[in-house]
């Protein structure tokens, strides 16, 4: 997957596009909309289901951040905390 047209936050996605598989919701149809923090998060979760089975945690940390509204997904800070990471990142 290539990320370089989201390096910058601030800009909106001008004139280059990520597959519509890892456009998250929010952005479908919208011409130079924003990338927040939370298109990353949803991009993030898109990325883990390649990676193949997941447990239990795995597939809630998924839907968590897989909803529709950007709003309702959980941040970076709270990604960390979730159970899906416990013991996989340094408190």
């Given at each position: 997957m290539n990320?370089e047209?989201?390096n910058?936050a601030?800009?909106?996605?001008?004139?280059?596009h990520?597959?519509?598989e890892y456009?998250?919701?929010?952005l479908v149809?919208?011409?130079g909309g924003?990338?927040?923090?939370?298109?990353?998060?949803?991009?993030?979760a898109e990325?883990?289901?390649s990676?193949?089975?997941?447990?239990?945690?795995?597939q809630?940390?998924?839907?968590a951040?897989?909803?529709?509204s950007?709003?309702n997904r959980l941040?970076?800070?709270?990604?960390l905390?979730n159970?899906f990471?416990?013991g996989?990142?340094?408190s």
């Open positions: 990320l047209w989201a910058n601030d800009l909106g996605i001008g004139t280059s990520p597959s519509q456009t998250p919701p929010e149809g919208v011409d924003k990338w927040t923090s939370a298109c990353d998060m949803w991009q993030f990325l883990i289901t990676w193949g089975h997941l447990d239990d945690e795995g809630q940390f998924v839907a951040q897989s909803l529709a950007p709003a941040s970076a800070e709270e990604s905390r159970a990471f416990k996989q990142v340094p």
